[in-house]
T-cell receptor, first 112, second 113 residues
Framework: QQPVQSPQAVILREGEDAVINCSSS?????VHWYRQKHGEAPVFLMI?????EQKGHEKISASFNEKKQQSSLYLTASQLSYSGTYFC?????????????FGTGTRLTIIP | GAGVSQSPRYKVTKRGQDVALRCDPI?????LYWYRQALGQGPEFLTY????????KSGLPNDRFSAERPEGSISTLTIQRTEQRDSAMYRC???????????FGSGTQLSVL
């Protein structure tokens, strides 16, 4: 039930773009994205609710395709500060007490 | 408080001892979560509370693990008769409401020798 992320790791030069994918085997109600820098706690980026919306600000955005049960995170013109491990988290239903389940993670390294 | 506070930051214990990990969530946050995170892995759900009620404890590995949040604020995760496999980073998070933006604490790094 853990969502699967791809790629597992990616190395980019500053200014390049990246796409991180998150796939679930179950239908989803919402997808969360977090970034975790080495030795720190995960930090919230955004939540997407089912409806196919795309969210984001400036150079970090995400889409949610409920039909395909997947979400993608887009990082445009990457900066050194974008380095870290990105986790998606999925919630399969808005009913009851469904928990947020985190994915396998994608390690992003930005080099100058 | 300004953020989610966890204590202790590090805990080293001997196998067989009991440990209690504390979490002080952001004031006013209804939901409180406990996760466990192995190095390089995503946070693994353990349990969560809305106010003082434990809503889901399906992620607790076995009956040596328990959690409480008696007054709907501070929470304690207790591990009895610790084993080496319990060694991990234990993270607490809170949110205004269930499954909204989670604020994570710095975690407690538990080492069982």
């Amino acid at each position: 039930q853990q969502p699967v992320q791809s790629p597992q790791a990616v190395i980019l030069r500053e200014g390049e773009d990246a796409v991180i994918n998150c796939s679930s085997s179950k239908a989803l109600y919402s997808v969360h994205w977090y970034r975790q820098k080495h030795g720190e706690a995960p930090v919230f980026l955004m939540i997407l609710l089912k409806g196919g919306e795309q969210k984001g600000h400036e150079k970090i955005s995400a889409s949610f395709n409920e039909k395909k049960q997947q979400s993608s995170l887009y990082l445009t013109a990457s900066q050194l500060s974008y380095s870290g491990t990105y986790f998606c988290g999925t919630v399969i239903s808005n009913f009851g007490n469904e928990k947020l389940t985190f994915g396998t993670g994608t390690r992003l390294t930005i080099i100058p | 408080g300004a953020g989610v506070s966890q204590s202790p930051r590090y805990k080293v214990t001997k196998r067989g001892q009991d440990v209690a990990l504390r979490c002080d969530p952001i004031s006013g946050h209804v939901s409180l979560y406990w996760y466990r995170q192995a190095l390089g892995q995503g946070p693994e759900f353990l349990t969560y509370f809305n106010y003082e009620a434990q809503q889901d404890k399906s992620g607790l590995p076995n009956d040596r693990f328990s959690a409480e949040r008696p007054e709907g604020s501070i929470s304690t995760l207790t591990i009895q008769r610790t084993e080496q496999r319990d060694s991990a980073m234990y993270r607490c998070a809170s949110s205004l409401e269930h499954n909204e933006k989670l604020f994570f604490g710095s975690g407690t790094q538990l080492s069982v020798l």
